[in-house]
């Protein structure tokens, strides 16, 4: 089993910065994707980005390609959510997930996740 806590949740006025992390536990595997997604109240779950650990290439929604940025902290086993020029409609419950299949779906769409954090809260003020 992999456990998922994410951080870094809170209050920002629009325009605003966030920084989001993810760290792992648990159970490693020899390679395998995070993902980042967001639930905003009355909808569904979105996804946001993907990093593949081993190399560390991303992959981000249209939504929020140019202002999220997702890293990966290796001897930490964290991942990170940089969130730049921040808008009310990225008010959302953000979500860390791994998966251990990666495939091009993973990457793009965030398809196939084993495993998920329970999500921070992001509240963006207009």
């Known amino acids: 089993q992999v456990q998922l806590v994410e951080s870094g949740g809170g209050l920002v006025q629009a325009g605003g910065s966030l920084r989001l992390s993810c760290t792992a536990s648990?159970?490693?595997?020899?390679?395998?994707?995070m993902g980042w997604f967001r639930q905003a109240p009355g909808k569904e779950r979105e996804f946001v980005g993907t990093i593949v650990w081993s190399g560390g290439s991303t992959f981000y929604a249209d939504s929020v390609k140019g202002r999220f940025t997702i890293s990966r902290e290796i001897a930490k086993n964290t991942v990170n959510l940089q969130m730049n020029s921040l808008k009310p409609e990225d008010t959302a419950v953000y979500y860390c997930?791994?998966?251990?299949?990666?495939?091009?779906?993973?990457?793009?769409?965030?398809?196939?996740?084993?495993?998920w954090g329970k999500g921070t809260l992001v509240t963006v003020s207009s």
């Open positions: 997930a791994a998966a251990t299949v990666i495939t091009r779906a993973t990457l793009e769409a965030g398809y196939g996740m084993d495993y």
């Open positions: 648990g159970r490693t595997f020899s390679n395998y994707a």
